[in-house]
Each structure stands twice: as C-alpha cells, then as structure tokens.
C-alpha cells in the first residue's frame, strides 16, 4: 500500500465529516490502488459484493462516481449538510447520539479522538489549513509502529511486519 499523497491529504472529498478520515478507509484504499483482493476482503466482511465495494470519498460532488453504499445512507453526512457545516467538528452540540450510538466500536473510537484533533488543527492553523493539517495527522496516525508500512482504519495485523496493531489504532473490530 503506497503512502498517501499531498494531493489526497488537501482532498475535501476525502474529508468525512464524522471525522472517519476517507483517506485512511480500507474501501477508499482498496478503490485507489484497484486492489481487487482488498475489495473482496472488505465486501465480505461489510457483507457488500467485491465490484460494489468502491467509493472515493463521503464528501464527492452530487451526483458521486464512486460512493460506499453506507456512506450513500449515512445520517451523519446528512445531519452535517442540513446544518449547513462540513463536518462534525463545527458543531456545538457534538458528540451527539448519532456520534456515541454509532454501529461500529471502531468507528466511534475513531471519531471521538479525530473531532476534537480537526478543532484543535482549525483553531491553530484556520480552517483551511487546519483541515489539511488533521487530515496529515490521520494519515500519520496510520502507520505500524515498528516497520513504518503505511496501514488503513481498522487494521489489526501490519501486512508487511506482521505485527499485531489493533491496540495501537483504534482497538479490536
């Protein structure tokens, strides 16, 4: 899995309003680098068939070319758009129950430390900037901390190592 580049980390499509960073998702991963085995994997255990398992970001333009069929149906993402925000971290009554009722542990895990990150990256750098900036930091985030292999969100082994990093990421599925 290659290393993201500049052009994905200032990519506003990839920045998920929820705070699950697009760029760092197995799905978006695997649609990248056209890794057909990857989206297989993934189709199997989201319980989606392997040529449906494709998106390139929650936030793409109407109509999208490639959308995750949960991001398509993602109240989150709705929420945001109704409120007139791009994101979660713009919103004073966050986190709210769509955030701590979440279907997925990991996902909740992962929101609850990248939301108050993007604030904190908005309210040194503005808002801009500050979005590019949590959005390098995720991906930064997502490495194996004994061989550097660039991982995605929910990884529990390092391909390249082998090295168990669920604990260091965002916990167990």
């Known amino acids: 899995m290659p290393e993201w580049t500049e052009k994905e980390i200032a990519d506003k499509k990839l920045m998920a ?18 890794n057909k085995k990857f989206k297989a994997v993934l189709g199997g255990l989201y319980g989606t068939r392997p040529e449906e398992t ?21 109240t989150i993402r709705e929420c945001v758009s ?17 955030i701590t009722t979440f279907g997925l542990a990991t996902g909740r895990r992962v929101m609850q430390h990248a939301i108050p990150l993007w604030r904190e ?22 490495h194996c901390p004994d061989c550097g292999n660039p ?3 929910g990884a529990q ?12 990421l965002d916990g167990s599925l």
């Not at 309003?17 to 056209?34: E, F, K, M, Q, S």
């Not at 998106?55 to 993602?74: H, N, S, T």
């Not at 409120?83 to 709210?96: E, R």
């Open 151 to 153: 991982l995605f969100r």
């Open 54 to 74: 494709e998106c390139l970001g929650c936030m793409q333009a109407d109509p999208p070319e490639k959308l995750y069929a949960f991001c398509r149906a993602c």
């Open 121 to 142: 990256k908005v309210a040194e750098h503005g808002d801009e900037k500050g979005s590019i900036e949590w959005a390098r930091a995720e991906c930064r985030r997502y």
């Open 17 to 34: 309003p929820c705070g699950l960073y697009c760029g760092t998702c197995g799905v978006y991963i695997a649609t990248r680098d056209n």
């Open 82 to 98: 109704q409120k007139g925000y791009y994101s979660c971290h713009q919103c004073d009554q966050w986190p709210c129950d769509q």
């Open 157 to 168: 082994r390092c391909r390249a190592c082998g090295r168990s990093v669920a604990d260091d």
